[in-house]
């Protein structure tokens, strides 16, 4: 478990404080440093569109430089960046810093799906990742004490400066576990085989594994996207008290904390198919329960989103490890970022011209959980077909360092 835990951390640093933490803090740094809300609204939009840019960037780049080449430089730059927030004062610059911070985080997971897929026993390859995929519930968590334990005492200067130590901590681990796998298990001189650039969007049409994982992120983005924005206005909607909105991210947060190792280890043992039906059933019902009554199953909801949002990319990616060789593998596991990304855009355009056609949000939601059930539908679909066979199991290369 120590690829789990290691790349777990690197999680935490990519997503949990790169993606997360400003959002955390924002209400704090705001009038400190007069960020308006068109440069909020800016700030959404860039990090977005730079996440995207990275998860496409990983296809080209992941089989070129090398996958612990990369798993380094983006954990570099996420800590120097994590570093210099603390210092910014100027909005444009915290959009560029935040802006470099989530292309970082698209590529930094593509990596680690990479090295952990070729590395990682066959028997133990989606409780890794599933695990590994979890350290973004974990950041969420450690933001929440920031907020509470360190901002109130020094200041939010201090929780970024704290985020970047956490940085370079991580960093150091994970060059030490780099080194440690330099070895190959068979020595060999030929590259594991990658997917040419020309040819991998002709293999996510055609290939049914492939198709697949991407048709489940965009339905994923579609879902989950929405569901995180619209939540709060929801319940203000339905004249809940405020604190309810956090309660149910608590919920989510810790969900998700237990939930990669147990659904990573179910995946494992009795299929993956078994593994995404569990956990896209949570996550239906939990929308269904909260259409049906939200003051009462908000937190069921909660528990729902965390089960499935954070495991499922580990689940994924062990899935298609099956099937494709490691670095393949990264590169489907990039592609299915992007349509990740599309879903969600299109989810929260789709909910905004409901919410202005009937003035509420209650078809929103009926909509998200209707989705939700199709999500379910292409896990039973899976669960019911044969196991894809694997490709004759190729020698393990020599991870490259600088």
């Not at 400003?22 to 705001?30: H, K, S």
């Not at 570099?76 to 610059?93: I, V």
């Not at 576990?177 to 594991?192: G, Q, R, Y």
């Amino acid at each position: 478990m120590r690829l789990a835990v290691v790349f777990g951390m690197n999680q935490i640093v990519s997503h949990g404080f790169g993606m997360f933490l400003f959002a955390a803090l924002v209400p704090l740094m705001r009038d400190a440093i007069h960020l308006s809300h068109w440069h909020l609204a800016a700030i959404g939009a860039l990090t977005q569109l730079a996440y995207l840019a990275g998860a496409m960037l990983l296809g080209v780049l992941g089989p070129r430089l090398g996958t612990a080449r990369l798993s380094l430089a983006t954990g570099s730059l996420s800590t120097a960046l994590l570093f210099t927030m603390a210092q910014l004062e100027t909005p444009w610059l915290i959009m560029l810093a935040l802006t470099c911070l989530a292309a970082s985080a698209a590529i930094s997971w593509g990596a680690i799906v990479e090295i952990i897929s070729r590395h990682a026993q066959p028997g133990q390859r989606s409780t890794a990742l599933s695990a590994a995929s979890s350290g973004t519930a974990w950041g969420y968590g450690l933001n929440g004490l920031l907020i509470l334990l360190v901002v109130p005492v020094l200041g939010w200067q201090q929780a970024w400066q704290l985020a970047g130590i956490t940085g370079l901590l991580v960093l150091v681990l994970t060059w030490r576990l780099l080194n440690s796998l330099k070895k190959p298990a068979v020595a060999t001189a030929d590259p594991e085989p990658s997917i040419p650039a020309s040819r991998l969007l002709a293999t996510i049409c055609r290939e049914r594994t492939a198709f697949l994982a991407c048709l489940i992120c965009f339905l994923a983005g579609f879902t989950t996207m929405p569901f995180s924005s619209w939540l709060n206005t929801y319940l203000d909607q339905q004249g809940l008290a405020a604190s309810l909105g956090g309660y149910t991210w608590t919920t989510v947060g810790l969900t998700g904390m237990v939930a990669g190792l147990l659904t990573g280890r179910l995946a494992d043992r009795k299929g993956h198919g078994v593994a995404l039906l569990v956990i896209f059933s949570g996550f239906a019902l939990g929308l269904l329960a909260f259409v049906y009554d939200p003051a009462r199953f908000a937190l069921v909801a909660g528990f729902g989103y965390g089960l499935m949002y954070f495991p499922m990319w580990g689940i994924l990616a062990g899935w298609l490890s099956k099937t494709y060789s490691a670095t393949a593998t990264m590169q489907i596991s990039g592609a299915c970022m992007v349509t990740f990304g599309l879903g969600g855009t299109l989810g929260n355009l789709l909910a905004g011209y409901l919410r202005a056609a009937t003035g509420s949000l209650d078809a929103v939601f009926m909509t998200l959980a209707g989705a939700a059930l199709v999500l379910v539908m292409v896990g039973a679909w899976i669960q019911g077909q044969r196991p894809t066979m694997a490709p004759p199991v190729t020698a393990v290369p020599e991870v490259p360092l600088p």
